[in-house]
């Protein structure tokens, strides 16, 4: 007998386990060294034996076994992410400009 993936309800039906996400809106983020300009939305899924959180808007995500761990890991990556594009503004191309402003709508130095 095959083991089934468990299912839930959604908006969009019955949807498998490894679908099913949960959206969080984030008041401020853990870093001390930044704070979130706007409330920033993101998405925690739960993928096999992993957890994924990912903001949607700037692709940002991590992953782990432990829900902890992966959200510590978002805030680095989130994080680090921004720190590169504003430290390489001079050089960037203009799609990646247009990622520096999305990560500048969300968070600043505090």
Avoid at 58 to 72: C, H, I, K, P, V
Wanted: charged share 25%; proline share 6%.
């Amino acid at each position: 007998m095959r083991p089934t993936t468990p299912t839930f309800p959604s908006a969009r039906g019955m949807v498998e386990a490894s679908e099913y996400k949960c959206t969080f809106t984030l008041e401020d983020i853990p870093e001390r060294h930044y704070c979130l300009v706007r409330p920033m939305v993101i998405e925690i899924e739960k993928d096999g034996a992993v957890f994924v959180v990912s903001q949607p808007d700037t692709g940002a995500f991590a992953y782990d076994r432990d829900l902890s761990n992966a959200l510590e890991g978002f805030y680095k990556v989130f994080t680090n992410q921004f720190e590169f594009l504003k430290g390489n503004a001079e050089n960037l191309s203009p799609s990646l400009h247009k990622d520096l402003r999305i990560y500048e709508s969300l968070l600043k130095s505090c």
